[in-house]
């Protein structure tokens, strides 16, 4: 979800393509919502809060730079920074009619280094040599491409909410350009997807048994086949809805292939990513997991979390960026810059 910002940073402010320059705020709130959830699911991963000071420098013993949680711990906090600081910074200076030309540089600062997070995360687990099924060159690209297809569907989704909530004029351009670019990442998603499959199943090495376990079951457990299928068939049915034009442009369509997207992502990373890792285990044994009551309401509260830190950062900056709230009397006017009429930020 963090890569949405990067997605409409790059057309934005690096193509200086206008229809997306100006919901590009949108973005960038949405990747410092979904940076905290990082960061709480991996302080829920440390086990228990008297852990995390050892993730603090000088007080601590983080063992950096040879831990790799520790790499994952700094791009995390670096892209919320990043963003964070983008995001308040152009909402303050539209607030003030002023340019923000000022913090270009850290825009384009926030596109290596959100490529650099979903690396961190792929060498986190390339790192686990015990592992075969992540130990695959191929986890880092993976991670980008499946990112930079569900991030941009829900910014779809979110701006035609948006649009209809707030009555925002928000241009059709700039759906239809996330769309397109959805269209080129998720085809290439599947082409590594694909690339991975063949390399597993034409080799038929010790190293087959985690995935053949995704797609057919393995001594008799089955239990994530069917996400796996049905993940499967979202993606190619989101692409088959994305490469065509006709239905890539029919909101309908469009909003259904952003679903499918959503969810399959959500299996393949999840389900489809940890799981199998530790399937079979060191002595062949196959132990299928479900995750428990308490894992499920832990994993609820944060997306919740993430979801209410969104929800705030909108109610705040959408009336700024509207001019839709109220000044005081005894100040001046000045001159705010409206979505439908944007201000060239390249004028001081």
Avoid at 183 to 201: I, M, S
Wanted: with cysteine; charged share 15%.
């Amino acid at each position: 979800m963090a890569a949405a910002a990067i997605i409409v940073v790059i057309p934005a402010y690096v193509y200086n393509f206008r229809p997306i320059k100006e919901i590009a705020f949108l973005g960038e709130g949405l990747a410092v919502s979904a940076i905290v959830m990082c960061i709480l699911f991996v302080m829920v991963d440390l086990g228990q809060p008297l852990r995390g000071w050892h993730l603090l420098p000088v007080v601590g013993r983080p063992n950096f730079p040879m831990s790799m949680l520790m790499w994952d711990i700094i791009v995390l906090n670096g892209y919320l920074i990043i963003n964070g600081t983008i995001f308040f910074y152009i909402v303050y200076r539209v607030s003030r009619g002023t340019s923000y030309t000022k913090i270009l540089w850290l825009i384009l600062l926030s596109i290596p280094w959100a490529v650099g997070i979903h690396t961190v995360t792929a060498f986190l687990y390339n790192g686990l040599v015990a592992r075969p099924f992540w130990n695959a060159s191929i986890l880092a690209p993976r991670f980008l491409a499946s990112a930079f297809c569900s991030g941009p569907a829900l910014m779809i989704i979110i701006l035609q909410v948006v649009r209809t909530k707030f009555r925002v004029r928000i241009d059709d351009e700039a759906i239809t350009k996330l769309a397109e670019i959805i269209a080129y990442t998720l085809g290439f998603n599947l082409f590594l997807f694909g690339a991975e499959v063949f390399k597993e199943f034409y080799s038929q090495s010790v190293h087959l048994a985690p995935i053949k376990y995704l797609f057919f079951g393995l001594h008799g457990h089955s239990k994530l086949v069917p996400y796996m299928w049905t993940a499967l068939a979202f993606n190619l049915t989101a692409f088959t809805l994305f490469i065509i034009p006709k239905t890539r442009a029919n909101r309908i369509t469009l909003n259904v292939a952003c679903v499918m997207i959503f969810i399959a992502v959500y299996i393949e990373k999840g389900m489809g990513l940890i799981i199998p890792g530790f399937i079979p285990s060191a002595l062949g044994e196959v132990f299928e997991y479900t995750p428990s009551l308490i894992e499920a309401g832990v994993g609820v509260g944060v997306w919740a979390t993430g979801a209410f830190i969104y929800t705030v950062l909108l109610k705040f900056s959408l009336p700024v960026m509207l001019e839709t709230w109220k000044e005081d009397d005894t100040k001046p006017h000045k001159q705010r810059m409206r979505l439908s009429e944007p201000r060239d930020v390249e004028a001081s």
